[in-house]
C-alpha cells in the first residue's frame, strides 16, 4: 500500500513548524499502513514538536505549562479528540468513551475548551463532536461523552466517573483543591485512566504540589515557540513591555514564578480576598495614576475602580490601566469606566501633571468630580495600610484581576522586580485610601 502523500493539514499551527519526516514515519508505523487513510490530515504533521513530546510515553498525569498562545488548548482538545479515537501517540488505540472537562467556571469550558477556536469541536475531525447544552456535554459519533465541570462546584464532580479527564487552567481554579481532589476519587473507569492539565502557571498551593509529586510528568511551552501562529507584531510588543519581567516569565515562558519573600502582598491573601458577588455598594471612586511623560515608551496609566460596602469595606471592581501615549486617550479610558459603573468621583494623583491632570480629565468631561490628591510620602509607606486592611479582610475583589494581582505580589520595597513602575497598584492604593476611614472623601447618597 501507498503511504499516503504530505499533508495539507486544517490546522492553524505552521507547516515550518511540523514534526520531522523520521517522525512522520513513526506516526505511520503506530496506526500501521491500513490505518493510514486515517490519519492523512491529522495534527500531527503539523504540531509544534514540543506539543508531541511528552505524548509519545503517555503520562496518567500530564501537567502542561505553559506562556499565553503558547497552544496548550489546542493540545488538551487533540488529546481528547485523539483519546476518543484510538490515535497515537496519545493512546495505543485503546479508545475513551467517558471525560471529564473541568474549568474554572461552566462559561471557560464552553467558550474555551470546547467551542473556543482551539477547542474539541472546532479541531475535531472524521468522527465529529458536538455540544449538547441542555446536559452540558459533549458527545461524538462512536459514543463517546466528555462532561462538563467547574472549580465553582466541586460537589458536581462527586459521583460521576470517568477513563480521563482534561483540566483546563488549573491554576486560575477558585476551590482548586476540593475540585481536583473530587475528580481524582472520579478516575476509576478503564483499564488506564489517565488526565492532562493545560495551564497558566502561578505558584498556588496545589500548582506547587502537582509538580513536586514525582507521579505528575511536567512540561513547559513558552508562547514564543508558537510564534508564527500569532498575529503579526504580538511577540515583538508583549517582548518589548514584559521581557524579562517576573509577569513575563510567567505569561510568556510558562515559568512557575514563586512570591517574593519581601512582597507586601503574598500570594495567598490576594486570593483569599475574592468575593463571588458584588454587593451594595454606598460609594464608588475611579483612581488615575498618570503616566509621567506622554512619550510612547512611558509608563501604563494606571486605572482602578473601587466601592464601599455596608460593611464598610472597599470592594475593587475594575482594573482598567491602559498604555497610553496621549493624555486624552487615557483620560477617556478613565472616564469610560467612572460612566459604565455609575462612579461618585475620580481621584487623579497630581504629583507629574499638576493641574494639568484634572484638566485632562475635564476635557473628556467637564462635569465630572475630580478630586487631585499628591503624594507626600514613598509608594511602599503610602501601600503598607492598604496591604493590612487586605490582612483584616476590609478589602475584597468583586473579580479576578490578573495583571493587578501579580502586580501586588511583584511589589518589593524596591518597587517591582525590573524596575517597572508598580501603576496599576498606585491606582489601587489611592482607590482604598478614598474610600477607607481615614480617606478625605465622604459618601455622598446614591440615587436609586
Known amino acids: 500500500m501507498k503511504t499516503p502523500p504530505p499533508c495539507c493539514s486544517a490546522s492553524t499551527t505552521a507547516s515550518s513548524s511540523s514534526l520531522a ?64 479515537r484510538g ?67 466541586p460537589e458536581s464532580l462527586r459521583g460521576p466517573q470517568f477513563e480521563a479527564a ?64 500569532l498575529a503579526p507584531g504580538f511577540m515583538k510588543a508583549i517582548e518589548e513591555r514584559y521581557g524579562g519581567t517576573r509577569l ?5 515562558d510558562g515559568e512557575l514564578i514563586e512570591d517574593r519573600e519581601d512582597a507586601l502582598w503574598p500570594r495567598a491573601l490576594v486570593e483569599a480576598a475574592f468575593v463571588a458577588e458584588v454587593p451594595e455598594l454606598k460609594r464608588i471612586v475611579v483612581a488615575v495614576d498618570p503616566p509621567a511623560s506622554s512619550r510612547r515608551s512611558s509608563d501604563a496609566c494606571g486605572i482602578v475602580a473601587a466601592g464601599l460596602d455596608g460593611d464598610g469595606r472597599a470592594v475593587v471592581l475594575a482594573d482598567a490601566t491602559v498604555n497610553a501615549a496621549r493624555p486624552q486617550d487615557w483620560a477617556g479610558a478613565a472616564v469610560a469606566l467612572y460612566h459604565r459603573l455609575d462612579a461618585d468621583a475620580i481621584v487623579a494623583e497630581v504629583n507629574q501633571g499638576g493641574d494639568m491632570v484634572s484638566a485632562v480629565i475635564r476635557t473628556a468631561d467637564p462635569s465630572l468630580p475630580v478630586k487631585p490628591v499628591r503624594a507626600r510620602r514613598g509608594k511602599w509607606t503610602r501601600a503598607e495600610p492598604v496591604a493590612m486592611l487586605y490582612q483584616q479582610g476590609r478589602v475584597v475583589h468583586a473579580g479576578r484581576f490578573p495583571l493587578l494581582e501579580d502586580e501586588m505580589c511583584d511589589f518589593g520595597p524596591d518597587g517591582l522586580s525590573g524596575g517597572r513602575s508598580p501603576d496599576r497598584v498606585d491606582a489601587l492604593v489611592w482607590a482604598v485610601t478614598e474610600l477607607m476611614p481615614g480617606g478625605t472623601g465622604e459618601p455622598r447618597v446614591r440615587a436609586a
Not at 49 to 68: C, D, F, N
Not at 95 to 111: K, N
Not at 200 to 217: E, H, N, W
Open 21 to 84: 519526516s523520521s517522525q512522520r514515519k513513526w506516526s505511520l508505523r503506530e496506526v500501521g499502513f491500513a490505518g493510514a487513510p486515517l490519519i492523512r490530515n491529522e495534527w500531527l504533521f503539523s504540531a509544534l514538536k514540543g506539543q508531541y513530546g511528552e505524548a509519545r510515553r503517555r503520562p496518567l498525569t500530564w501537567l502542561v505549562s505553559g506562556g499565553r498562545g503558547a497552544g496548550k488548548t489546542r493540545l488538551g482538545a487533540e488529546w481528547v479528540n485523539a483519546l476518543v
Open 87 to 153: 490515535f497515537a501517540p496519545f493512546t495505543d488505540r485503546l479508545r475513551y468513551g467517558r471525560i471529564a472537562l473541568v474549568g474554572e467556571t461552566l462559561g471557560d469550558v464552553r467558550e474555551v475548551m470546547i467551542e473556543g477556536p482551539s477547542g474539541i469541536i472546532s479541531t475535531a475531525r472524521g468522527n465529529r463532536a458536538r455540544y449538547e447544552t441542555s446536559r452540558r456535554r459533549v458527545v461524538w459519533d462512536n459514543g463517546a461523552v466528555a462532561h462538563v465541570f467547574s472549580s465553582e462546584d
Open 166 to 229: 482534561w483540566c483546563d487552567e488549573l491554576a486560575k481554579w477558585r476551590q482548586a483543591e476540593a475540585t481536583f481532589d473530587m475528580l481524582q476519587f472520579g478516575l476509576r473507569l478503564g483499564s488506564l485512566p489517565r488526565q492532562i492539565i493545560t495551564t497558566t502557571p502561578r505558584p498556588t498551593a496545589l500548582m506547587k504540589k502537582l509538580l513536586a509529586d514525582p507521579g505528575v510528568t511536567g512540561m513547559r511551552m513558552a508562547t514564543a515557540g508558537n510564534a508564527k501562529n
Open 248 to 252: 513575563g516569565r510567567q505569561e510568556l
